[in-house]
Each structure stands twice: as C-alpha cells, then as structure tokens.
C-alpha cells in the first residue's frame, strides 16, 4: 500500500470512527469506547448496507444483542424493558447503519449523492477493508467497511 | 391550525421516533400519518388531505423518483409542502431537493430538539403562506 494509500485509509479510518460517536451520541445518548481490536464476534445483529455514488461499497454493523437492546431503547427513549423493543431492534441497528453509511460516504466527496440499497453479493474485490470495535451500551458493537 | 403530517421514512424506529418527538414538544399537528416507502407515500399524499410530509432521501421504492416529481410545486400534481431528512451530506442531493421545493434539509443524525424547531418553524412558514 502506497503512502497515499495510507494516508486515505487513515483519513476513512479517522472518519468512520468520529461518525459512529457522533451517530451514538446523538441518537442514543451513549457514548463508545473505541478497543484496541477487533473481538469476536458471537449472536449478534447484523445490519449492512450496500452503496454507491463516489465510492462503491459495503458497510456491516456487528451489534451483541445486549447493546443492540441497549442502544435501541435509548433511540426510542424506552426502558430496557420496554415490549415493544423485540420488534424494533433489528430495524434500529439498521437505521444506524444507514446514517452511518450515508454520512461517512458524503463525507468522503461531498459533491456526489450517496445511493444506498440492501446488501449484494459481487466478486469484486475491495481495495480497503476497515474494521472497528467499541464498547457501548454493555455490550460489544462492530463496524467493517469494504470500499473500491 | 395544526396540520396533518405523513411521516416517510423506511425505519420503522425513526418513524416512531419522530411522531413521539412531535407528540411531546407539542407541535401544531393534528395527526401523525406514517409511509414505509415512496409507493406507500404517493397513495396516502394523493388519496389524503396531507398538509406537510417529511421525508426521508433513502425511501425504499420504486415511485421515488414519481414521489419527487409530484411533490415538486412547479408540477401540476399534488405540491404538498415537505420537508428532508437524510445521512446524504452531499451538496448535489441538498441543492437538488431545495430546487424540488423542500422547505428544509436536515441531515442524519439529529437531535429530538433540532428535529422539532426545525419541523416547527416549516410548519410555521407554510401555515403563514396560507
């Protein structure tokens, strides 16, 4: 990987992470805590998004369950408890993907719309895999970017 | 007089979200109608009396770009007053949806009090425009 190359991945890296902060903060009043690496990743609730525009690519969110509950009662302002939260996690980790996705792309180039659309299955290579972990909501949450 | 708002979004959470939000600070809004895709938007904007939409760029469908054009006011279709939502910060997107008549762009993520004034203040300019 050349220096410009790098330097790219790092600016990507640098704004994927300042994203999610920004995304958790806002939206579930919770603040991450970025970890050294990667974990694995047991049950979790997958969201990804396919997209394009500038850049094409895929972005998959990893939640444990116990962050996704977590995370989407603070979305909706509800308790832990709440009944209703079966129903709208998956779709909250989703939506936070998308928000995700849309602003790190547009940040990216901000000249060219963002078109997002469910994951695909290509053979097309990627030239830059990212992954990142935080901690948030008591449980462990995980981000990979696959860009060309 | 409060307005009839339809709420367009494909999360189903956001949806909730947002007509809680409305519902708690109160605002000029006499009923909460919700739309999952931009099919599902068209029907209820033609076959309702919808006074504002809110809408999300990433609406799942494929009237998206039918949507657009029915709600752009120098169509001869339904020009309801609406307003954006959206994780697209580009400036093609922005400047293509104020050119199609939106009263505001408000980018994703926001706060709940960002998403009310906002909401408010273009509820405010479209009821004073009547």
Request: glycine residues 6%; aromatic residues 4%.
């Amino acid at each position: 990987m050349g220096t410009t190359d790098m330097q790219q991945t790092s600016e990507i890296e640098a704004a994927l992470e300042r994203l999610f902060h920004h995304t958790l903060e806002v939206m579930c009043f919770t603040e991450a805590e970025r970890l050294p690496s990667l974990p694995a990743m047991g049950d979790a609730i997958e969201a990804s998004v396919a997209f394009g525009g500038s850049r094409t690519g895929h972005l998959q969110l990893q939640v444990e369950p116990v962050a996704a509950r977590s995370l989407t009662a603070a979305f909706l302002g509800l308790e832990v408890g709440h009944p209703s939260l079966a129903l709208q996690t998956a779709d909250t980790m989703g939506e936070l993907a998308r928000i995700l996705c849309g602003r790190l792309v547009t940040s990216l180039d901000s000249s060219t719309p963002v078109e997002m659309k469910p994951a695909c299955i290509g053979i097309r290579k990627p030239e830059k895999i990212i992954g990142q972990a935080f901690r948030a909501g008591a449980g462990t949450l995980r981000i990979t970017l696959q860009m060309s | 007089m409060p307005a009839s708002i339809l709420i367009a979004d494909s999360s189903s959470s956001m949806r909730a979200l947002i007509e809680r939000a409305i519902s708690v600070a109160g605002l000029p809004v006499s009923r909460c109608l919700q739309a999952c895709d931009a099919g599902q938007a068209l029907r209820l904007i033609e076959s309702r009396s919808i006074d504002f939409l809110l809408l999300d760029t990433h609406l799942g469908g494929i009237d998206q770009e039918k949507l657009l054009e029915a709600l752009d006011p120098r169509s001869e279709a339904v020009a309801v007053p609406f307003m954006v939502t959206s994780s697209d910060a580009s400036s093609a997107r922005i400047q293509r949806l104020l050119e199609a008549g939106a009263r505001d762009y408000l980018l994703k993520p926001f706060s709940i009090p960002t998403l009310c004034a906002r909401l408010d203040t273009a509820l405010r300019t479209v009821h004073g425009n009547h």
